[in-house]
């Protein structure tokens, strides 16, 4: 369940590549709260004044998005809406028990557009926290959702939001195989790749504008790079044997990814194109499953000292160096975004969880109380963390957050998914 390279091989079948916009998916994800944090913020959204012109309001994504969290508790304020300029009754809104509230105004432009306006105010000092001002499509109403709640977040948290962020996995239903991407609630899935051969491994390059994954469409493991707008792809590595487990560099110019092409799974590296494979380390075992982090580590799983661990090796190459001791199964690392703590998942009394470790004080935190759990995945504000998990022999993903109190789980009514991978920050 845990190797990253399928060791039985299918012969080739149909594959269809696809422009990410072109494909919208039926199978969505559903999202159930299954934990949250303690000692919540309690915040009030507003109806907004104006939006009730729009096919969905605006504000029940924001609702919803800031509810799933974890972090914060809303306060029903009724249907009246409230708009950005509207004198606010803030006697009425700390009696209802909200710290903040947010007000706004959604009008047309005259162009078949809407001006969004919102502001964010703290209930006991009677002061604006801050404001924002957007246009929107009608049909944009998740998307501009997704910005406000990121908005408040950032506000409220001193942190960014991660609402407007995509994820990708791998849908498997029945012989079919599909690499979706779905909007960061399991909304809008769209499929990029559809085959009947097995996709795995998807990786988001730094701009969110590509992914690299592995499949198999080619009767062996090979690894491509994926334009998201276009559906135009190339392939990045195809050496002899198995090529696999792609990971991108923090530029977006280079992949390390396990080649057997000398012998044994290796690391190695190579340009986005293709082009210019270097070796990255050596060993007699097995080396796999290579991330890189933000200050120029690349983390992999290797069974070189016996049972697989975690080690890392300077992305020019070089020594490696053991990370895990604790127990005798850690695989699958992923650095944290600012590279102060590493997840993997461990095998703690047969059972495969997700586990945190602070690089700094050697401390470890068993997050999830599941048993199959693999593919681990930070959100880009290193507050939650994406995996993929099993829930009545079906394939499920699920979220955690880093302190192990705010869980989630995501699934769709028919069909494993697996391979979960959380995109980066949208750049506007």
Not at 253 to 259: S, W, Y
Request: charged share 20%; with cysteine.
């Amino acid at each position: 369940m845990h190797s990253r390279i399928l060791s039985v091989l299918r012969s080739a079948a149909p594959v269809c590549v696809l422009a990410l916009a072109s494909s919208l998916a039926q199978a969505q994800l559903a999202i159930e709260i299954t934990g949250a944090g303690t000692n919540r913020m309690p915040v009030a959204i507003a109806s907004f004044e104006g939006e009730s012109a729009l096919p969905r309001a605006v504000t029940d994504v924001v609702r919803a998005d800031l509810e799933r969290s974890g972090l914060f508790k809303m306060v029903e304020l009724g249907p009246t809406p409230m708009g950005a300029d509207a004198p606010v009754d803030f006697a009425r809104i700390r009696s209802k028990g909200a710290d903040s509230v947010a007000v706004g105004t959604i009008a047309p432009n005259g162009s078949g557009r809407y001006q969004v306006q919102v502001r964010l105010l703290d209930a006991a000092k009677q002061a604006t926290l801050g404001s924002q001002a957007m246009v929107m499509a009608p049909a944009q109403y998740r998307t501009t959702g997704h910005r406000i709640a990121d908005f408040i977040y950032e506000k409220l948290t001193g942190e960014p939001g991660v609402f407007s962020t995509r994820i990708a996995y791998v849908l498997k239903s029945g012989s079919r195989y599909e690499l979706q991407i779905a909007d960061a609630d399991g909304s809008n899935a769209q499929t990029a790749l559809a085959s009947r051969e097995p996709i795995i491994s998807p990786s988001w390059s730094p701009d969110g504008s590509r992914l690299a994954y592995v499949s198999f469409e080619a009767k062996k493991p090979v690894v491509y790079v994926h334009s998201l707008a276009t559906g135009q792809r190339n392939v990045a590595a195809n050496f002899k044997g198995s090529n696999s487990a792609p990971a991108w560099s923090p530029d977006g110019r280079r992949l390390a990814v396990v080649l057997t092409k000398d012998g044994q799974s290796q690391l190695y590296s190579v340009s986005a194109d293709g082009s210019g494979v270097q070796r990255l380390a050596s060993s007699s075992g097995i080396d796999t499953e290579p991330s890189w982090s933000s200050d120029g580590m690349i983390y992999f799983t290797s069974d070189r000292g016996g049972s697989p661990q975690v080690y890392r090796v300077p992305a020019g190459g070089g020594d490696a160096q053991r990370v895990t001791f604790e127990g005798s199964y850690n695989v699958s690392p992923r650095p944290s975004p600012d590279g102060k703590s590493l997840v993997y998942v461990s095998r703690n009394g047969g059972r495969f969880q997700i586990t945190m470790l602070d690089l700094a004080s050697r401390q470890t935190q068993i997050l999830t109380d599941s048993s199959k759990d693999e593919s681990p995945s930070f959100a880009p504000n290193g507050r939650m963390v994406l995996y993929a998990t099993e829930v009545g022999g079906r394939g499920v993903l699920s979220a955690v957050s880093s302190d192990g109190r705010v869980k989630q789980r995501l699934s769709v009514q028919s069909g494993d998914v697996r391979e979960p991978a959380w995109g980066p920050q949208p750049r506007n």
